[in-house]
């Protein structure tokens, strides 16, 4: 999980930041008021207003941000989206609403929950694929082998990846004997399919060739059931986060908007016709 509370800064600002007082103009903030509710620099709050992850904040004569309590929702919204969605979709999905784009922020939204169910299922995959190593489950019947490239579009990787991870040690493919082509057995595939989830998990490659290597050598799961077990509590988190992000920024959308805007169409067409 990424964490949204950013290294500390030591400035001026911010070691005056515990004991600054409100700001006298009510609704009106600075730069350090908003970050220091958030752990954060004022530098940080600066720069998320210029990358467009907060809206653009007026200036006084001399030059000075004044941010309002819309900003101070666009900053909740954006740092409560990042451990569901990363940084990266987070940014897009602020700079999509402030453009006042909402189809596609809810589009990179939707991405993010079917990435995420893509992975509960690979993880249920991976699962069975244990009971399987342990000897509860028959082993299922061969299948035919497949090339790089299928097995890429499968996993939504370049075939370039999958080549990094064999000669990381995580993958070993057979060889076609005439064309020396790289083909990949179920065994083959089930370790690639093991080897992208506990990749999206934060473990380093050569972590990931040594769990493979000793449930390949051992013929047992133990070190890989610790793994799962994490991942899947990462998974629970990561889906909490995302109601939790989605919540934070439904009060943005609501808050920048007229009230009469709100309503669906609808609703107004009831409202009118009641």
């Avoid at 991405?111 to 169910?117: K, V």
Wanted: glycine fraction near 8%.
């Amino acid at each position: 999980m990424n964490r949204i509370v950013e290294p500390a800064v030591e400035t001026l600002e911010r070691r005056s930041a515990v004991t600054a007082t409100k700001p006298s103009n009510p609704g009106v903030r600075r730069p350090v008021d908003l970050a220091r509710a958030h752990g954060l620099s004022a530098q940080a709050v600066r720069n998320y207003e210029r990358d467009g992850v907060l809206p653009p904040a007026r200036r006084t004569p001399n030059g000075y941000r004044r941010f309002t309590e819309l900003h101070a929702k666009a900053l909740c919204a954006y740092l409560a989206l990042i451990p569901g969605h990363g940084y990266a979709a987070s940014g897009e999905i602020m700079r999509a609403v402030n453009r006042g784009e909402i189809d596609t922020a809810l589009r990179t939204i939707d991405q993010g929950h079917a990435l995420l169910q893509r992975d509960r299922e690979t993880l249920d995959a991976v699962e069975a694929a244990v009971l399987t190593l342990t000897g509860t489950r028959p082993q299922p019947q061969s299948q035919k082998a497949v090339p790089i490239s299928v097995l890429a579009h499968r996993l939504g990787l370049r075939a370039a990846t999958l080549r990094k991870w064999e000669r990381a040690g995580v993958l070993r493919p057979a060889r076609d004997p005439v064309t020396h082509y790289r083909l990949y057995l179920p065994d083959d595939v089930r370790d690639a399919e093991l080897a992208h989830l506990l990749r999206r998990g934060g473990y380093r490659l050569d972590h990931i060739a040594g769990v493979l290597r000793r449930v390949r050598d051992a013929g047992g799961a133990e070190p890989l059931a610790a793994s799962l077990r994490q991942w899947r509590q990462r998974l629970t988190e990561r889906g909490r986060a995302m109601l939790t992000g989605a919540a934070r920024l439904a009060e943005y959308v609501d808050a920048g908007q007229p009230p009469e805007c709100v309503l669906t169409s609808e609703a107004k067409t009831t409202t009118l016709s009641a």
